[in-house]
């Protein structure tokens, strides 16, 4: 069976709200997207944080 080609990964902001998606391993850096933030109802920066 071949390997998974994307790695599943979870998108956290500073208020603790979080989305998930998924990224190609190879790359060097971890994401940093900004998206929209349910709690405090703005646009923040979201890191690449492990799924547990």
Same mark, same amino acid.
């Not at 190879?26 to 997207?33: A, M, Q, S, T």
């Given at each position: 069976?071949? $390997?998974?080609?994307?790695?599943?990964? +979870? /998108?956290?902001?500073?208020s603790g =709200?979080?989305?998930?998606?998924? $990224?190609?391993?190879?790359?060097?850096? +971890? /994401?940093?997207?900004?998206?929209? =933030?349910?709690k405090t109802?703005?646009?923040?920066?979201?890191?690449?944080? +492990?799924?547990?």
């Amino acid at each position: 069976m071949a $390997k998974a080609k994307c790695v599943k990964v +979870k /998108l956290v902001s500073e208020s603790g =709200d979080f989305y998930t998606t998924t $990224k190609n391993p190879k790359l060097p850096h +971890k /994401l940093k997207l900004r998206k929209f =933030d349910k709690k405090t109802r703005k646009h923040e920066l979201f890191e690449e944080k +492990k799924i547990k």
